[in-house]
């Protein structure tokens, strides 16, 4: 198998130079050259562990990986999970159900993916030879995720730069509480658009990249987007059958990361009904799917932080195919909305993908809501999942454990929520470091670690 790029003007990789790249030098995001059809397997998988069910899954796209060594990646992925389904359903009502997500070292769906690219980087560095310095910036769950992803890999060292005082205190503790000496929260003094300028500079020098042998765990590298292929397959199994085909999946997001790798299990071949794109105030996918039109609007910081995000960069790849592959139209697209903020589809094809928003103010009432009927507490981002008037069964994917965000959840339903885990790194020391937001002193502290 191939991955070509969104905007078309690079030749093909394989699967492991387009994980290694993350980005494509085109400035395009990787996709498999051509989508297979899962259709004819999906009888055999069916029965299959989660982590046999990935295996299965992954040794059709990373076909230069040999398959002895992807399955050990892959067992090693789901091993810090606490739930032996790794992604349970919960049934609240006869066509309401929850895909539990949390179930990870950090309570967040972004696991999924973080623990598999964790265990690809470090098979890379047993292959090469070379060791890494992955340098990421986070305003939360990614940072925590990145850094229980690669904790204890040898030849990995990860530099996670965040805004000190901006990410809340229990996703500060995941990330400093680590224990472990090859890794190194920076506290910056600035907001993560700082952190995040200043983490570009970084890379764009080549001469420094080359000496550190400097990585990215880009939110667009496909190897994410795959890992999450695999909880839509396996929720898919696990609904009842004579309902799964007429189940609408509902997904918290941001990105357009999650959702975009539930589309590709449908489109190749497993007969999923349809999505719904759940967005909170930050609405721009929702007003694509009501209008259109994808034009940009200031952030509004909100209850649910972490769909906090004005470009979602994975839209491009549906775009890719919303367009019928055609590059040049990708491109122009992208080129049209950075220059100007905005682009207007002619006729724009949502492909049966519906799409709602929740405002913070509806957040807390959802939240309570729920927990009165069905006695279940959903986090701010799975909340926004269960806004407005169901059209038959539904399947909410909760992205994080309400326990990461106690306020909202006291604030809402009178109770706390908790998890041992949390509890834990309560009682342990928080080692960080504090870095001014520039290149240079990015660089010395590498350098000097
Ligand atoms: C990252 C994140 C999201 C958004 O995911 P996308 O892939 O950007 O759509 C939603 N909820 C939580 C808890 C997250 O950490």
Known sequence: MKYISTRGQVPPVSFSTAIAQGLAPD????????????????????SLSYAQL?????????TDIDRVELKSIV????????????????????DLFVLELFHGPTLAFKDFALQFLGNLYEAQIARTGNPISVLGATSGDTGAAAIH??????????????????VSPLQERQMTCTGADDVFPLAIKGSFDDAQAALKTVFEDRAFAAEVGLSAVN?????????????YLSAFFRLPAEIREDVTFVVPTGNFGNVLAGWLVQRMGVPIKGFRVATNQNDI???????????????APSLAPSMDIQVASNFE?????????????????????????KYVFEDFKSDGISSSRTDDAEIGAIIKRVYEQHGYVADPHTACGFTGDFDGPQLVLSTAHPAKFPDTIVESIGQDSTHPSLETLKAREIVKYAVEPTPAAIKAFMRAH
């Not at 990935?54 to 990373?62: I, K, W």
């Not at 090693?76 to 609240?92: E, M, Q």
């Not at 987007?225 to 909880?231: E, G, P, R, S």
Request: with cysteine.
């Open 27 to 46: 400035g395009g995001l990787y996709l498999p050259a051509t989508l297979p059809d899962l259709a004819p397997f999906l009888k055999d998988w069916e």
């Open 54 to 62: 990935c295996e299965a899954f992954m040794a059709v796209f990373a």
């Open 75 to 94: 067992e090693r992925s789901y091993t810090k999970f606490d739930h032996a389904d790794i992604a349970p359903i919960k049934k609240l009502s006869d």
């Open 149 to 166: 992803g690669l904790l204890g890999k040898t030849g990995v060292k990860t530099f996670i730069l965040y805004p000190d005082g901006r």
């Open 219 to 231: 939110s667009i590298n496909l190897a994410r987007i795959l890992a999450q292929c695999v909880y």
């Open 285 to 299: 996918l929702h007003r694509l799917f009501q209008t259109g039109i994808y034009q940009l609007d200031e952030v």
């Open 317 to 341: 790849r549906f775009l890719y195919y919303a367009e019928d592959c055609d590059s040049a139209k990708v491109r122009e697209v992208i080129s049209t909305f950075k220059q100007t903020g």
